[in-house]
């Protein structure tokens, strides 16, 4: 059976070498799964300690995706089978999902992430994590949770709270898709160079001159390599979304009160058609993990990222022990009939208390209590 993830070491210079890490498990668009968390924790610790690799790319297998997200059905199969919780296989799964984001956000040496096709969900965990980010001409990045009653995780609540005014908090409540131009004016990605042209990324990888040991003078080596790639590919970069319509956005959070930044949203009436496709996937979401979302980023706005990393737990763990998710799942990717009988039908009805009640700890100390 093949390896649900692969490890590459390519030969470079004067004996160094470039890792190659690859999602291996095209029949699910590579989505995540405990497996396949374990084995890239263990590969980079063991990386790191080895100063004869001085870079790594990651990537997805075939051409439809790097990674659609993680093994939701997964999820639910816990979640379903504990009504209530605790889920130990989802929790669990949460926790070394976070646990490998907060590494590769923090990982000494040069990261390259080829964000080619589909990037949700944990796949953008992995994506935004990397030091040098590459989109394509088919990349198409969502963080589409509230469509399952769930929450942009993963270190959402740190990525989307630093894009360009209130755009960040607009993709985590619409589940709107962006492309490779919105991506680089969002500051989601770093390099824009067709995905024809990743064996010559590989190939001037390999010829560059590299520094054993020097993780600041390889880093700037990287960002030499992809942008002298990126030159030649910048016609071919297709028109965005986010930053012509980044007006209309603005204006939807003038009363910052969640419930009115909501009412906007579900009140657009645009000419632009993604921006009417942004609102019918707020219509379609959990009323409940609207507002969730909302508070999540409200909350999470100066918190450093292994702050970030403890909350989003916190949500993740109480989230997979409350029904509506499981719902959410069931009507999207198990029934697929799209008809979530949402506990809560509306925004208006979701009581306090039980938007408060998601944020407390429940457990007496957080998994990831040891990131610093």
């Known amino acids: ?33 405990l497996d396949m968390v374990e084995l890239m924790l263990e590969q980079l610790d063991k990386w ?19 990674c659609a997200g993680g093994d939701v059905q997964a999820l639910y199969r ?20 976070y646990r490998l984001d907060y590494r590769l956000h923090t990982y000494p040496k040069p990261l390259i992430c ?16 990397c030091r040098y980010r590459v989109v394509t001409e088919r990349t198409r990045i969502a963080m589409p949770e509230v469509s399952i009653a769930l929450f942009p995780d993963v270190g959402g609540s740190y990525f ?7 755009s960040g908090a607009f993709l985590a409540l619409t589940a709107a898709s962006i492309n490779a131009a ?17 064996d010559a990324v590989l190939a001037a990888l390999q010829a560059a001159q590299w520094q054993g040991g020097d993780n ?80 999540q980023l409200v909350r999470s706005r100066g918190l450093s990222l292994a702050d970030v990393f403890r909350s989003e737990l916190v949500l993740a763990t109480n989230t997979v022990r409350f029904r509506e998710f499981a719902e959410g799942v069931r009507a999207l990717l198990i029934d697929k009939d799209r008809q979530p009988d949402w506990i809560y039908k509306a925004q208006a009805e979701v009581p306090e208390e039980v938007i408060e009640s998601f944020f407390q700890p429940p457990w007496p100390q957080n998994p990831l209590s040891d990131l610093s």
């Open 182 to 198: 919105d991506c680089l004016y969002a500051g989601l990605a770093e390099y824009f160079i067709s995905h024809e042209h990743y």
């Open 78 to 97: 816990s979640a379903t089978a504990n009504p209530g919780g605790p889920c130990p296989e989802a929790e669990t799964f949460f926790a070394r999902e």
């Open 216 to 295: 600041a003078a390889n880093s700037e080596r990287c960002a030499e390599v992809l942008a002298g790639v990126a030159a030649g590919c910048k016609g071919q970069l297709p028109a965005g979304n986010l930053e012509v319509n980044s007006a209309e956005i603005e204006s939807l959070f003038s009363d910052e009160e969640p419930h009115a930044v909501i009412a906007a949203i579900l009140a657009i009436d645009s000419e632009q058609e993604w921006m009417n496709k942004a609102r019918d996937g707020l219509a379609y979401g959990s009323p409940l993990s609207s507002l969730l979302i909302y508070q």
């Open 48 to 66: 790191e300690e080895d100063d004869g690799l001085v870079a790594v790319m990651i990537r997805g297998s075939g051409e439809k995706a790097f």
């Open 114 to 129: 080829w964000g080619h096709g589909i990037v949700m969900g944990g796949g953008m965990g992995i994506f935004s994590a």
């Open 1 to 33: 059976m093949t390896a649900p993830v692969l490890f590459n070491e390519l030969a470079a210079r004067e004996g160094q070498r470039i890792g190659e890490v690859i999602l291996n498990i095209p029949a699910t668009l590579n989505s995540l799964t």
């Open 160 to 166: 989307l709270n630093r894009m360009p005014g209130h």
